[in-house]
């Protein structure tokens, strides 16, 4: 595995439906140049589970199928960015060179088992597959973001359902900006601690504010996402939040 890998996993709608999402983002910077054609390795799950994601011992037997496609794949220099599950179809992105899809499909079909299959190639130099629908969009950037602190806080033995104080952190282009924000982050119940003019050239006024919440992921997603919204409805930008530690 590169050192310069960068793995994430998020769950999302796709097409309405419940969907699971691996992706490589260090492909967003810089793709292989000689990469101009998608791979799809579309595999129809045994045991699809309740959201068509797939089972647990399903998860376990794909994960294996997919571990061997990726190392022949990569032998081909054909590269694998990720994976989508949803509707019953566990399906592998690659993108490589042309002509690879025969070696694909062979492989994927002996692995699979009795499972349905259905292999394809695309031509798409400009990978868009990968960044319009693999790769996540603000919202589940920030739901990353947060549960990596959430994360981080429970490894610490946190009991992440007790409520604390949470600070906010943003910044706005404008005084008149950060002021029409602070009215509304003030209406949901959220108190103004501080502002200051030293921030960056392009959002120069910052502002702090907490609240009292707990810090489960769902929950503090959607407070975070509050306050995001609002900060870009006047310019502005959600940075970050901290909470301490409740044992």
């Known amino acids: 595995m590169p050192a310069d890998d960068a793995y994430e996993f998020y769950p999302c709608l796709v097409d309405e439906a419940p969907a699971s999402i691996y992706v490589n983002l260090r492909f967003e910077a810089s793709p292989p140049p000689a990469a101009d054609t998608r791979y799809s390795i579309?595999?129809?799950?045994?045991?699809?589970?309740?959201?068509?994601?797939g089972s647990?011992?399903?998860?376990?037997?794909?994960?294996?199928?997919?571990?061997?496609?990726?190392?022949?794949?990569?032998?081909?220099?054909?590269?694998?960015v990720g994976r989508l599950r949803t509707r019953g179809v566990w399906e592998i992105v690659l993108y490589g060179p042309a002509g690879r899809l025969?070696?694909?499909r062979a492989l994927a079909t002996e692995r699979v088992g009795s499972r349905r299959v259905d292999t394809r190639s695309e031509h798409d130099a400009s990978w868009r597959y990968y960044h319009e629908l693999l790769v996540p969009d603000a919202e589940r950037l920030q739901w990353?973001?947060?549960r990596r602190m959430v994360q981080i806080l429970g490894e610490q033995g946190d009991r992440l359902a007790s409520p604390r104080r949470v600070d906010h952190q943003l910044a706005f282009p404008t005084e008149r900006a950060r002021?029409?924000?602070?009215?509304?982050?003030?209406?949901?119940?959220?108190?103004?601690d501080s502002t200051d003019d030293l921030g960056d050239a392009e959002l120069p006024h910052r502002m702090r504010v907490h609240r009292t919440d707990p810090i489960e992921l769902d929950h503090i997603h959607e407070v975070v996402m509050t306050l995001v919204d609002a900060a870009v409805a006047n310019g502005g930008r959600y940075h970050r939040w901290v909470a301490g530690i409740v044992t």
Do not use: K
């Not at 595999?43 to 994601?53: D, K, L, S, V, W």
């Not at 376990?60 to 032998?75: G, K, M, N």
């Not at 002021?179 to 103004?192: L, P, R």
């Open 42 to 53: 579309a595999i129809a799950m045994r045991e699809p589970g309740e959201y068509g994601i």
């Open 56 to 80: 647990a011992e399903e998860s376990a037997a794909l994960d294996l199928v997919e571990r061997a496609i990726i190392a022949r794949a990569a032998d081909d220099a054909v590269s694998y």
């Open 102 to 104: 025969d070696v694909l």
């Open 144 to 146: 990353m973001d947060d």
């Open 179 to 192: 002021e029409d924000f602070a009215a509304t982050a003030t209406a949901a119940g959220f108190t103004i």
